[in-house]
């Protein structure tokens, strides 16, 4: 029952943005959009959520389309410590502690 | 470094050996979790503590045991293993359960012969 939609890899350059897609078309209102990280050999790594509004920290943006069926995270200058995979995760936000981690999108930035 | 750490990092054990994963957190939180990670497989949500008591079971077999002795600790006793729950098992934690972020700790690679 995957709420998400995500291409299987992509890659980038170094020290350019990154923009990764997620579809969530069946999202409902009351449901966040959280997006992990999960570098080799390490435990998952969170990175940032938002509900409906653009959300950005230290570490990347957040696009949340108008209708919220879809969004975009935005590496904006990728390094070599940025090759991962990037999980995009639905979830209500209250009393909803389950991370239903799917394939994700393996990010591979070059040199 | 993220505040939690799990001891050890890799285990390699029989199936008639009895094991523990540890899992200690170093962040105040009161919520802690085992996830399970297969081959080639999502990311599974196998226990939730949230204040020591346990929350959550998704159904997972008898011969994983947690134990959850204070909200900075957490357990889970291995016993009679089959093959296929060789795995990295990943601990988290996070203030409570809710929107908050978890944090995970490195994992135990676990072999099962």
């Known amino acids: 029952d995957a709420k998400t939609t995500q291409p299987t890899s992509m890659d980038c350059a170094e020290g350019r943005a990154a923009n990764l897609p997620c579809n969530h078309s069946t999202i409902s209102g009351n449901e966040y959009v959280y997006w992990y990280r999960q570098i080799h050999s390490q435990g998952p790594q969170y990175i940032i959520h938002?509900?409906?509004n653009n959300e950005t920290n230290e570490m990347a943006s957040l696009i949340i389309t108008e209708d919220r069926k879809s969004s975009t995270l935005i590496l904006p200058h990728a390094t070599l410590r940025d090759t991962a995979v990037y999980y995009c995760i639905v979830r209500v936000g209250v009393n909803d502690y389950k991370l239903s981690f799917g394939a994700g999108t393996t990010v591979t930035v070059r040199a | 470094e993220t505040g939690v750490t799990q001891t050890p990092r890799h285990l390699v054990m029989g199936m008639t050996n009895k094991k523990s994963l540890k899992c200690e957190q170093h962040l105040g939180h009161n919520a802690m979790y085992w996830y399970k990670q297969s081959a080639k497989k999502p990311l599974e949500l196998m226990f939730v503590?949230?204040?020591?008591?346990?929350?959550e079971n998704n159904s997972v077999p008898s011969r994983f045991s947690p134990e959850c002795p204070n909200s900075s600790h957490l357990f889970l006793h291995l016993h009679t293993l089959q093959p296929e729950d060789s795995a990295l098992y990943l601990c988290?934690?996070?203030?409570?359960?809710?929107?908050?972020?978890?944090?995970f700790g490195p994992g135990t690679r676990l072999t099962v012969l």
């Open positions: 988290a934690s996070s203030q409570a359960p809710g929107h908050n972020e978890q944090f």
């Open positions: 938002g509900l409906k």
């Open positions: 503590y949230n204040f020591k008591e346990q929350t």
